[in-house]
């Protein structure tokens, strides 16, 4: 047992310094994590020691895996959803705060990356991966949607990938993340450190960003675009499962036999609201339309079970409902995203 704080809060030489502190469960983040940096974030806005934010994860795993899910499947079966709509209200306005934030916010995307992870992170000013990075919004594969502004940044990747990471929950390496708008700088993880102690020696972000990034190399999914922006632009989820099909090859039909075991609520949901973000102006109006997708995906069947078979008992053998694409009614699912 350990009596450390959820969330270490400390200045260094002008810095905010933000760690999540959960190594053992990847730094999932809690309500009081979010809280916490809410308030942190508040007054370093107007202190005029506080220069630059700087946010990493504890632990060798990851920055964050995301959102505390099992408190969200507890929350529901004790009747306290009202709990869990109150942390994604605090989570989401967070988001708001960290994309229009007036100073540097420098997000280490080290490791695991994913769901509520991204969201304390890839609205910041100045976003690091690794190669060690694996950054996703896997929501589809325990009944909800991509939120924390997720939708946003997937609307606006590339073609269609954004839609094959969202519908398919992808895994992005890092150049992926800085191919898709997920990130900004690669810095080897063998220089990450020295990095870090750099920004928090009081050194000018821009300038030390650019000592130490690199090239990331070729993005995988840049090599993929032809089937994915052939098969995903299409307007229904049926039709781009029959795309795949008929597509030939290999990556296609495996991204189509992937779609089959993910929540069909959750996969037809997520392309309607991406679709529909893409025609959002404004942050703000897509995170009050996360927080309507989400509170509704709450009230659905699969939230409680896809978090019971991926997270609790670890069978991996969700039993959704409804079972099939074809019984989701697009109308309710138009309806909620609005």
């Not at 508040?42 to 934010?53: E, F, K, L, Y």
């Not at 993910?262 to 339309?289: H, N």
């Not at 991926?310 to 099939?324: F, I, L, Y």
Request: net charge negative.
């Amino acid at each position: 047992m350990t009596d450390e704080p959820p969330l270490l809060v400390r200045v260094e030489n002008g810095v905010g310094h933000l760690t999540l502190n959960r190594p053992r469960a990847i730094n999932a983040v809690t309500h009081r994590m979010i809280t916490g940096i809410r308030d942190a974030l508040g007054q370093w806005r107007v202190d005029p020691r506080v220069h630059a934010v700087l946010i990493d994860g504890a632990g060798e795993r990851g920055l964050s895996a995301g959102g505390d899910i099992r408190q969200l499947r507890e929350n529901k079966l004790a009747d306290r959803a009202n709990d869990t709509r109150d942390f994604w209200r605090d989570e989401y306005t967070l988001c708001a705060v960290i994309a229009n934030y007036p100073k540097p916010f420098i997000a280490l995307m080290d490791g695991v990356t994913m769901g509520g992870g991204v969201g304390v992170s890839a609205h910041g000013s100045i976003r690091i991966v690794t190669e060690r990075s694996k950054v996703a919004m896997p929501e589809t594969r325990i009944g909800l949607a991509p939120d924390v502004g997720g939708s946003w940044l997937l609307a606006r990747a590339p073609g269609e990938l954004g839609t094959y990471l969202g519908l398919n929950a992808a895994t992005m390496t890092a150049a992926d993340a800085i191919l898709c708008g997920f990130a900004d700088h690669f810095v080897p993880s063998e220089r990450l450190e020295d990095f870090r102690s750099a920004v928090l020696a009081g050194e000018d972000p821009a300038e030390t960003v650019a000592r130490f990034s690199a090239d990331p190399g070729p993005a995988p999914l840049e090599t993929e675009r032809e089937w994915i922006d052939a098969c995903y632009s299409a307007a229904s989820v049926p039709e781009i499962l029959s795309r795949l099909r008929a597509h030939g090859s290999d990556a296609a039909r495996a991204a189509a036999a992937e779609l089959l075991v993910l929540s069909p609520t959750s996969v037809v949901t997520t392309l309607a609201a991406i679709r529909r973000a893409r025609e959002r102006d404004s942050f703000r109006e897509l995170l009050d339309q996360e927080y309507r997708v989400s509170s509704w995906l709450l009230d659905q069947p699969d939230l409680v079970e896809g978090i019971r078979a991926r997270v609790v008992d670890k069978d991996n053998q969700p039993r959704w409902n409804p079972a099939s694409i074809d019984d989701v009614d697009p109308r309710e699912v138009a309806r909620v995203v609005g």
